[in-house]
């Protein structure tokens, strides 16, 4: 009975084995699990033994996957087979038709079933999935010789599907002077919020309409509402780096405590977003908006962000903001800077692609 019994086991794991994929690297080792998903830097296996192992796609040799894997090439085309490799080359196996060879090369992903339908769910979210973003809150308080208060928020939130990107930020300054006679006693009160709507046009142009809202009490800005549209250019659009040009158009009005204006306005700006190391994220924005109706005036936004991942939910923030205006009401300064620093509590509903 114990004989039978360790020979089926023996044939369940020769079973096993059989079945499973199989990654051959270029020093001639061999990994048996399943496979994952691959692009054209990782490939991802499951294995018993390790876990999650990533691959360098480059140290990739040969490959021999009996299930269905998504294949799709840099050309755009997509399969759906078997994959095993022959003289160098993917053979990948069809239903209707002969293997489609391809060289490794030339694959820009592979996709397990249950991988595919993560990532088809990713091109059709739902309202609420695919959010990612973080809110950073800071706060200084003095009592004794000095008496003050000091109080900065920051929120950013991005949700980006295949072809669409929606971002979100505010950030916030109030600080007071409570000392007897101090004036003024309300030092900073600061507001910037905006949102911005991209879809693209093709894989380097996209079209874009922003609205942005500012307020400030000590220059005297009820509200400065300004939205627009536009397109842009991805200079440069890779995991790690983003690069990206716009222009475009908008109609600004200002409410002032002494007067209001409104006028149409141009718009160009770029932006960068670069991740070192994978644990810092930095953002950069410039805007410049030249006042069509007055061409010799003009309004221009600089914007520079830090965040440096702590843990999975926490990481330190640092956003700094400046913006300027060449004709503020008389007595009021021309630059309004905001710099908030603090713990960031991150937040993210983005499923793996």
Request: glycine fraction near 8%; hydrophobic fraction near 40%.
């Amino acid at each position: 009975m114990r004989v039978a019994s360790l020979l089926s086991l023996i044939l369940l794991a020769a079973a096993l084995v059989a079945h499973a994929d199989q990654v051959t690297i270029t020093n001639g080792d061999r990994l048996s699990g399943l496979i994952m998903k691959a692009d054209d830097m990782t490939l991802i296996m499951k294995t018993d033994y390790a876990g999650e192992v990533k691959l360098d796609w480059s140290q990739v040799a040969a490959i021999r996957c009996d299930r269905p894997l998504h294949v799709t090439l840099k050309n755009g085309r997509t399969f759906t087979g078997p994959v095993t490799t022959s003289d160098g080359r993917l053979q990948i196996g069809t239903a209707l038709a002969a293997p489609v060879e391809a060289a490794k090369s030339d694959i820009a992903s592979l996709r397990s079933e249950s991988e595919q339908a993560v990532y088809e769910k990713t091109l059709h979210p739902g309202v609420l999935e695919e959010w990612n973003g973080g809110a950073t809150v800071a706060f200084a308080l003095t009592h004794g010789n000095s008496q003050t208060k000091n109080l900065a928020l920051a929120f950013t939130a991005a949700r980006k599907t295949l072809n669409d990107k929606l971002g979100l930020y505010a950030q916030t300054v109030y600080a007071t002077n409570d000392a007897p006679g101090a004036v003024p006693s309300t030092t900073a009160n600061a507001i910037q919020a905006g949102a911005r709507y991209d879809h693209d046009l093709t894989a380097r142009i996209f079209a874009f309409v922003t609205a942005d809202f500012q307020t400030d009490a000590l220059q005297g800005l009820n509200l400065r509402s300004v939205p627009g549209a536009g397109l842009g250019f991805h200079l440069l659009k890779s995991s790690a780096t983003t690069l990206d040009f716009l222009a475009g158009i908008n109609y600004t009005r200002e409410n002032y405590t002494t007067f209001t204006r409104n006028f149409p306005a141009a718009s160009f700006g770029e932006e960068l977003m670069h991740k070192l190391r994978g644990s810092t994220v930095i953002a950069q924005k410039l805007d410049i908006y030249p006042d069509l109706s007055d061409l010799g005036e003009y309004r221009g936004t600089f914007n520079l962000g830090t965040v440096t991942k702590i843990g999975k939910w926490l990481g330190w923030q640092n956003a700094f903001g400046d913006i300027y205006v060449t004709n503020p009401p008389l007595g009021k300064k021309q630059n309004d800077v905001l710099l908030t620093t603090g713990l960031s509590f991150s937040f993210g509903t983005a499923t793996s692609q």
